[in-house]
């Protein structure tokens, strides 16, 4: 039984997770044993996945253990839904882990991470083979408590106990509204399986309460604006294969909730939940993406590039619910296919993205690149490789992104079809800050690979870089294989995710037509069509005619002439387009709307020998208007409530009494 072999694989893991410190006292042994363990119990787990994805059953099994709540127990489920996410989380721990076996040597404290790893693993699996509220609740808490002890793994430094306190409060946050979710899902009967909150019929305003509790809860572990705080802070403090799984698969956990209960549990939607879901997607991913552009760290930039593709997401998860409310098959079908396939090219080109830095920071002991440059001719491999996931996350062709973000466009296409007037206009919206992101993306990493790896290098660790272990770079390449693999035949990966998108949506993508030229229709053949085969051909093809003609054609006669100094008459590295410089003209326009940005000059005069002084401000409007003021009241109450620390035994029983009696009558109200 499938489920037999994934809840053994799991209890693997959990194994692994209490041997480790017993073999931290030999670093080098203990670092390959976690890692190929991990990899290795991941392996079946991967196949368990696939196999309930293509094996052609709507479910693949059930199964109810002896723990948990007394009398109920707790029950583990495998479909096509979750089959899915099981691919996206152990394909990625598959590729994390070989890529530890390299960047595990340079870890500077290893029995802080190897305890931890594994467990952070067996956590995110439970989560989606939980078929209960009590399973999926302990699984989500044990999910962030080992990647919170993950981001402590280096906690002599003051910013990583910082994230580690921020992402506390926010998972804890989120845990409490995924608590509120489910208590309203199970109702007075306390129904805490799937299959019976499935059954059960909720009032519209109980359901709408669920969808805003869902949001907030999953979209904070996910990384929505404004609840994305934590994310950008914990992802860089984390090792970076921990970084990769943090940012690229368990976002895709807390997508995963999201639509199991939205989707399957809470019933059929208002049209009103896809505005909700749209604007929160479509938001994020403006802001994600702004954030992204102005960042010196190169692995917060990554961080803040996970907010921008999870965003776009939910742009995908809003249409989906605005097409299914209307009785949209088709169209249903489409945007939730998108949704899904972004998820899983997500999950591949930000691992991939996120190893690249780990192979920077590694070779250089740097995060700011502002000290990089150069590394190309000193990490050629890494560059290359970096290079791919950039283009893939560009949304460039023939690569997997481009793919899933063409999809969602023409999902939000047949938008004018819907009759709600709302989303009619907000469709249109979405659309167009979507195709905004994009375009900042693109600008985002062209300057994030060329000012990490080209020019001079600016610093004397840029200059004595070395490249990373040949096995990280192994894992790498798989990575950039598949993500090209995704662009140049999506057909087969949009067949493959249909029974997944048949759960969220009831309906999936007809067949993708496997000839002629092997393209996608996502809509019809008159319509709309794509070919990342053909266009993958005709690139090569450009290419190779370009190369051929430049070296059969060009002149080999000597030449003698000034050379071009590209603007740069010093050779020095300190005349060369910085970071700062480069993200200056998104900074100068965007910059007071989103980030209230101030600019203080200082010119002194002629004669004057004072220097001249540009001060730049830069606020995060997020954190003032939300977070600031909350943090303030939360410390006036504290500083109020303080007193009740200090009663007497007769003053906390009639608290005690008081709180029964006022419970007793919510219960009895309820009822």
Request: hydrophobic share 55%; with cysteine; charged share 10%.
């Amino acid at each position: 039984m499938p489920i037999v072999v994934a809840l053994a694989s799991i209890a693997g893991l959990f194994g692994v997770a209490i041997a480790m410190p017993f073999l931290v006292s030999r670093p080098g042994l203990a670092t390959k044993v976690a890692y190929v363990a991990s990899a290795a119990l991941c392996l079946p787990l991967l196949g368990v996945g696939l196999f309930g994805l293509l094996g052609g059953n709507a479910s693949h099994g059930e199964l109810t253990l002896p723990f948990g709540l007394p009398w109920i127990g707790i029950h583990f489920a495998l479909d096509a839904l979750s089959s899915f996410f099981l691919i996206l989380v152990d394909l990625g721990a598959v590729v994390a882990s070989v890529y530890a076996l390299g960047y595990g040597k340079h870890e500077h404290h290893p029995g802080r991470v190897l305890p931890f790893y594994p467990a952070f693993l067996a956590a995110m699996n439970l989560v989606v083979l939980a078929a209960d509220a009590f399973g999926f609740l302990v699984s989500w808490e044990f999910m962030s408590l080992s990647s919170w002890a993950l981001v402590l793994s280096s906690h002599h430094d003051g910013d990583n106990r910082r994230a580690g306190y921020i992402y506390m409060l926010m998972a804890s946050f989120g845990t409490m509204m995924l608590l509120l979710a489910f208590g309203l899902l199970a109702g007075t009967e306390g129904h805490y399986a799937f299959s019976m909150m499935r059954l059960s019929a909720h009032l519209p305003w109980v359901a709408g309460l669920v969808l805003v509790l869902m949001t907030l809860g999953a979209g904070s572990k996910a990384g929505l604006v404004p609840l994305h705080v934590w994310l950008p802070l914990a992802h860089p403090a984390a090792p970076s294969h921990v970084s990769a799984l943090m940012s690229g698969i368990m976002t895709k956990v807390a997508v995963y909730g999201f639509i199991r209960v939205v989707f399957d549990l809470a019933g059929p939607p208002s049209w009103w939940w896809a505005v909700v879901v749209l604007i929160m997607g479509s938001v994020s991913a403006v802001l994600g993406v702004l954030q992204a552009v102005l960042q010196r760290d190169l692995k917060r930039l990554l961080a803040y590039s996970t907010v921008e593709n999870i965003g776009i997401i939910f742009i995908g998860l809003g249409l989906a619910l605005a097409f299914k409310t209307n009785g949209m098959a088709g169209p249903a079908a489409l945007a939730a296919t998108a949704a899904l396939f972004h998820a899983f090219n997500h999950s591949l080109f930000k691992s991939l993205l996120f190893f690249g830095a780990g192979n920077v920071l590694t070779g250089t002991g740097e995060r700011d690149i502002e000290k990089l440059g150069g590394l190309i001719h000193r990490m050629p491999r890494t560059a290359y490789i970096f290079l791919g996931g950039c283009l893939a996350i560009s949304a460039l062709p023939p690569l997997n992104g481009f793919v899933s973000e063409w999809l969602t466009l023409q999902a939000i296409l047949i938008s004018p079809n819907l009759p709600q007037w709302g989303l009619r206009f907000l469709v249109p919206a979405s659309g167009a800050m979507l195709a905004f992101a994009a375009a900042l993306a693109g600008a985002c990493f062209v300057r994030a690979f060329g000012i990490t790896f080209l020019s001079r290098p600016r610093s004397p660790v840029a200059e004595t870089a070395v490249e990373a272990e040949p096995v990280s770079l192994r894992a790498m390449m798989a990575l950039l294989l598949l993500c090209l693999v995704a662009g140049v035949f999506p057909g087969v990966f949009l067949d493959a995710f249909g029974p997944a998108a048949h759960v969220l949506v009831g309906s999936s993508m007809p067949p993708q037509p496997l000839l002629p030229t092997l393209s996608i229709i996502p809509i019809s053949e008159s319509r709309s069509s794509y070919s990342g085969f053909l266009v993958f051909f005709f690139i090569m093809m450009a290419s190779w005619a370009a190369i051929r003609v430049i070296h059969n054609l060009a002149s080999r006669a000597h030449r003698r002439g000034p050379a071009w100094d590209c603007g740069y008459p010093d050779p020095s590295p300190v005349i060369q387009y910085t970071a700062d410089s480069f993200a200056q003209p998104i900074r100068r326009v965007f910059g007071p709307i989103a980030f209230s940005a101030q600019i203080e000059t200082f010119m002194p005069p002629p004669g004057d020998s004072r220097p001249a002084r540009l001060k730049l401000s830069l606020r995060d409007l997020v954190w003032e208007t939300v977070y600031a003021p909350l943090q303030h009241w939360v410390m006036f109450a504290a500083e109020r409530l303080n007193v009740l620390q200090f009663l007497t035994i007769r003053s906390y029983l009639s608290l005690v009494f008081a709180a029964l009696v006022g419970l007793l009558f919510l219960v009895a109200t309820w009822a």
